[in-house]
């Protein structure tokens, strides 16, 4: 279980950096080691190393945002989790009799019903990722509604795509260049637009 920094400080989920700040600067303060009697020193700088910890990501933006983002990940595992579990001990709550024709046909049902565990938990899964991906997407959403500017780790896939784009970009450029009135319009304008001429030579000069 992911430690809940926002319980350590006393505030709520949806608290302002001000009033993380207030709450840091006053436990802070309550449990400073040299302000405790010496047999309550030691247990006093385990909580402060908590409060600090705590502090430092959630006075981050970036670090809160992906914190509120794990936790609330981890909540609806167990929540998944907790509603599996009892999907499955349900059946196994029932009184079974070998003298009772109804119970014997309960127990075959749940055999049955047990015989397909790969298929239940591909199920599971799915209807977990889902619920996952929603949570995820309306928290990013009200990220957004309250301003919040979402920056997304790009990965070594986004940086070929871009490079690709750039690429292909300069060879239609190119292209386009080796038309005849194209090149007369550039050759005019590098005679006669001397910011256009100055941008030419600095972009010539680099690549010598």
């Not at 319980?7 to 302002?16: E, F, H, R, T, W």
């Not at 209807?127 to 919040?148: E, V």
């Amino acid at each position: 279980m992911k430690k809940n920094y926002y319980d350590i400080l006393q505030v709520n989920k949806n608290a302002s950096s001000e009033i993380i700040e207030k709450a840091y600067k006053v436990l802070a303060k309550k449990y400073h080691p040299d302000l405790q009697p010496e047999e309550n020193k030691e247990e006093a700088e385990d909580i402060l190393k908590e409060i600090n910890e705590a502090y430092e990501v959630l006075s981050n933006t970036e670090k809160r945002h992906s914190y509120d983002a794990s936790l609330l990940s981890e909540e609806q595992q167990e929540q998944t989790s907790s509603a599996s579990s009892q999907q499955y001990q349900q059946p196994s709550q029932q009184q079974y009799s070998p003298n009772n024709y109804q119970a014997e046909q309960q127990s075959q049902v749940y055999q049955e019903y047990s015989s397909r565990p790969i298929q239940e938990q591909s199920y599971q899964e799915q209807l977990q990722q889902a619920r996952q991906k929603a949570y995820y997407d309306a928290y990013i959403q009200d990220l957004k509604n309250r301003g919040y500017k979402i920056r997304y780790k790009k990965s070594f896939k986004d940086y070929f795509k871009t490079f690709i784009a750039i690429v292909l970009t300069i060879l239609v450029l190119l292209l386009i260049y080796q038309i005849p009135f194209v090149k007369n319009l550039f050759a005019d304008l590098y005679e006669e637009n001397e910011i256009f001429h100055f941008l030419i030579d600095i972009i010539i000069n680099f690549f010598k």
